[in-house]
């Protein structure tokens, strides 16, 4: 278990949160975020439990409360709106699991939009992600984006009687500034964006998932 330590005189409350466990996968084996990791450290942290200390005032650890609030906030919002004409209602914070080739896989997605058409409900994936400029415009992160959201995707189609017609990153970038407009051109021009994210199709989605099943698989029988 990690080591909860104070040095910068946080009070209780962030020294609290700090200090509980923020994540359940109930009983499934593997998490999407953890698929799309690399096998060999999932494998070793599996093993080896973190022994890490954490600071409820260093960086990384306030901004994991940050975006935790962020989620919390966005909870509290109605599940329907008519704004647009039509009737759209929300799924927040959904856990989804399914089972393949004998593993239970399982992701927490942050928001489903649905609208109904034709007889069907149509729904947009959405995911937040409380993070810097330089990270979300890096081709790195919108490759996990995408491995992410998909895989919510394949997991969702899988359990859900549902079609899934979008996928979305709402990104709050925490180091936005106006003043970097006017100096650098491709600059977001606000500090909230949404990311479109393209979805694979069902032979790539398939041999991702094949694929990455199969290096955490690998990379336990070595540990």
Sequence with gaps: MPKIVNRHNAPYPFVHYASQSHYNMGDADYSVTTLIDSPQIASLQ?????EEEIDPFESKNLWSLVGTAIHHIMEQSPDVTSENGEP?????EERVTTEYNGYRITGGIDLITT???EGRINCVIGDYKFTTVYSAGSS???EK???????YRWILEREKALVVTGLQVYAILRDWKPS???TFKDYPDAPGQTIEIPMWNNERLQD???QRLQAHLDARALV
Excluded at 88 to 92: G, S
Excluded at 145 to 151: F, G, K, S, V
């Design 88 to 92: 759209t209602a929300f799924i927040k």
């Design 145 to 151: 984006y995408e491995a992410q959201l998909n895989l």
């Design 140 to 142: 790195e992160t919108i």
């Design 46 to 50: 599996r093993k080896f439990p973190s």
């Design 115 to 117: 609208t109904e058409s």
């Design 180 to 182: 970097m407009l006017k």
């Design 208 to 210: 991702y998932v094949d």
